[in-house]
C-alpha cells in the first residue's frame, strides 16, 4: 500500500474517532450540565491515554461551544523514581494550554505504609485525590474534570456488585464529601477501545503508572478481562449494560429506603415507571407479526403480569 493512500486512511479514521468523541464529550456535557458559562476548568492529567484524550477534545469543543469557559491542565508529579518530569510541560507548552506541576511526594507515604505485594491502588488514589482537591482551590477552579470513561464506570459498577455488595458506580459529575469541588467525567459516555485508538494516532507521549508495578491479579483487572471476553462474544452487551445504569427503576429493585414498599398499595403507583413490569419493550411491529422468524425475541417481550 502506498505511503499516501495509508497516510490519508489514517487521517479519516483519526477524524471519525474525533467527531464520534467530540459528539459523546458533548452528549455528556449538556445531558448532566457538566461545564456552565464562567466556569474555570482544571483538567487533571496524569499522562495516561485517557486524560490526553479528555484534553483534547476540551479544547476542540471550548472552540465551539456557545458558553466560555477556562482550561488549565494540572499534573500530580508523585515522585515516583524516574518519573519523565519533562514530557508533560513539553507537551502543554507546545499546545500552549496553561498548566500547573504540582509536586507531592505520595509515592514514599504509599510505599512506606502499603505492605509489598498489597494493592497500592486505594491509598494512591485517595491522596491524589486529596491533593488535586486542594490546588483547584488555590487556583479558583470550579471544577474539576477526570478521564473516567465508560468502561471505568461499568467496572466501577461491578466492583461494587460483586466484591462491595452495592449497586454503586462513578458518577459522571459529583460534589466531593466537604462540598468544595465538583468534580466532572467528560468522557462518561466513551468507548476506552476508541480512546485507545484516539491516543495512539494522535501520538500522544504516554506516560505509563510505574507507581502500583504489574498488579495482575487486581480485582479491577479480573472485571476488566470479564467485561473484554463479554464484548468479543456478545457485541452490543457493553452498550446495553451502559444503558441500564442510565435507566434505573427503584420501585423494581430491593432497596426499602430508596423507594417506599411498606407505602405501597393497590392503586398506588407513586414512583413507579409506566411499563416497568414488562421484561424488554413493546413489540415492533415485524416481531408483532413473527416477520422476523424469530420466536425466542417475541417471548423475551411478553409482559411479565401475563407470565
Known amino acids: 500500500m502506498h505511503t499516501d493512500s495509508l497516510d490519508k486512511q489514517i487521517k479519516t479514521r483519526l477524524n471519525k474517532l474525533q467527531k464520534r468523541l467530540r459528539r459523546e464529550v458533548g452528549q455528556a456535557i449538556a445531558a448532566f450540565n457538566m461545564i456552565e458559562d464562567g466556569d474555570k476548568v482544571m483538567v487533571c492529567l496524569s499522562g495516561g491515554k485517557d486524560s490526553y484524550a479528555m484534553l483534547d477534545i476540551l479544547l476542540n469543543l471550548q472552540k465551539s461551544a456557545p458558553i466560555r469557559f477556562e482550561l488549565v491542565a494540572v499534573n500530580l508529579?508523585?515522585?515516583?523514581?524516574?518519573?519523565?518530569?519533562?514530557?508533560?510541560?513539553?507537551?502543554?507548552?507546545?499546545?500552549?494550554?496553561?498548566?500547573?506541576?504540582?509536586?507531592?511526594?505520595?509515592?514514599?507515604?504509599?510505599?512506606?505504609?502499603?505492605?509489598?505485594?498489597?494493592?497500592?491502588?486505594?491509598?494512591?488514589?485517595?491522596?491524589?485525590?486529596?491533593?488535586?482537591?486542594?490546588?483547584?482551590?488555590?487556583?479558583?477552579?470550579?471544577?474539576?474534570?477526570?478521564?473516567?470513561?465508560?468502561?471505568?464506570?461499568?467496572?466501577?459498577?461491578?466492583?461494587?456488585?460483586?466484591?462491595?455488595?452495592?449497586?454503586?458506580?462513578?458518577?459522571?459529575?459529583?460534589v466531593s464529601d466537604d462540598g468544595k469541588n465538583m468534580v466532572i467525567r467528560p468522557l462518561a459516555y466513551a468507548r476506552e477501545k476508541d480512546i485507545a485508538e484516539y491516543a495512539e494516532l494522535r501520538e500522544f507521549p504516554i506516560i505509563p503508572c510505574n507507581l502500583c508495578g504489574s498488579q495482575e491479579n487486581l480485582q479491577r483487572q479480573v472485571i476488566k478481562e470479564m467485561l473484554q471476553g463479554w464484548d468479543k462474544t456478545n457485541p452490543g452487551r457493553i452498550e446495553t449494560m451502559f444503558r441500564a445504569l442510565c435507566n434505573v427503576v427503584p420501585s423494581h429493585l430491593a432497596d426499602h429506603q430508596l423507594f417506599d414498599f411498606k407505602g405501597l398499595q393497590l392503586g398506588f403507583a407513586h414512583g413507579i415507571v409506566p411499563g416497568a413490569d414488562t421484561i424488554m419493550g413493546p413489540l415492533d411491529d415485524d416481531e408483532e407479526t413473527g416477520a422476523n422468524g424469530s420466536g425466542v425475541q417475541m417471548m423475551e417481550k411478553i409482559d411479565i403480569l401475563s407470565l
Not at 84 to 99: T, W
Not at 121 to 137: E, P, V
Not at 149 to 167: A, C, P, S, V
Open 77 to 174: 508529579d508523585q515522585k515516583q523514581p524516574g518519573f519523565p518530569e519533562e514530557i508533560l510541560p513539553n507537551y502543554l507548552e507546545s499546545i500552549g494550554v496553561p498548566f500547573h506541576i504540582v509536586e507531592r511526594d505520595t509515592y514514599s507515604i504509599v510505599k512506606s505504609v502499603v505492605p509489598e505485594g498489597k494493592t497500592t491502588c486505594a491509598l494512591c488514589s485517595r491522596l491524589r485525590r486529596g491533593t488535586l482537591y486542594g490546588f483547584a482551590d488555590e487556583i479558583g477552579a470550579n471544577k474539576i474534570a477526570l478521564g473516567h470513561h465508560r468502561d471505568d464506570i461499568l467496572e466501577t459498577f461491578f466492583l461494587n456488585m460483586f466484591y462491595g455488595g452495592k449497586l454503586k458506580s462513578m458518577p459522571p459529575k459529583l
